[in-house]
């Protein structure tokens, strides 16, 4: 039960919000199409039919597309949000997609079919168990090769982003605070600067060449310093993310990575990748991973090259 727990619990991929709304809907129409019409998974009775064959498995593979395109606009004007979206909630979405799908299978049945007993109780059911069993179906297609694919897309583009950065001991060296830095370099880095925080009494001075990252926590944002025995330091102060980060508009290369992340991409060790973006590993820390989701890749990528050309 355990593993069950935690593979539902597992991040997945959001996909209804912008074009993937729609290359998703495609899919799902495509899929639906020719999984009916090639392979005929349920009886058909042609004397009934007012239309070609084709025609009804276009008619009948538009509406799954239409409650895609529908739903997801429902589900962007809720305060769900894409980073915590977890393979339970995909779940959940896809079973409610699946149920209005079959709904609207069986209110077209008068535009499809001549039968009287089209608006009885039997084909209602009849419909909304059709549309689960295939819906089922191609969901247990979907999502492990859906998984596959995007763990096997983020891994190739980290192993890439790791052997163009070349991060092995040299790098390793620059990193940590080496006189092989330049003295520009080590101006910039031992930089302290003045953070102000939503209490005064809480303003205080930060060594941007300590910072590894901050996290948002509510009304708290934790804020983790390297230390010279290589662990962490946090410290705890009542701020936003967003007014956190909008103090380091000197430094570039602290970046926002996840809706609850900011982080030094200098402190960057290794660049892993997994079915929701990238997991990172920085220099001074030992046990922290910082999430590059999926939204935020291209801005990643972007100051990656910037600083890491």
Known sequence: MNSISRLLSSKYPFYYRGKERFIFSGIIFLMSFFFNYLFEPFFTNFEEHKMSYLLIHLVHSIVPLCMVIILSFCLNLSSISEENWTLKKELSF????????????????????????????????EEVINTFLVGFLLSCIIIPINQMLLFQKYAKQAFLLNEKENLDSKIIEKREYSSIETVEESSQENETIFIKTAIEQENFELNVNHFLYAKSEGNYVEIYLSTKNNKENKLVKRSTLSNFLSQFSDFPFIIKTHRSYVMNLKKVKEVNGNAQGYKLQLVDSIDSMIPVSRSYISIFQEKWKEFHP
Do not use: E, K, M, T
């Open 94 to 125: 896809l079973a409610v997609l699946l149920l209005c799908a079959g709904i609207g299978q069986f209110l077209i049945r008068d535009i499809i079919y001549d039968n009287p007993d089209n608006w009885s109780l039997n084909y209602f059911i």
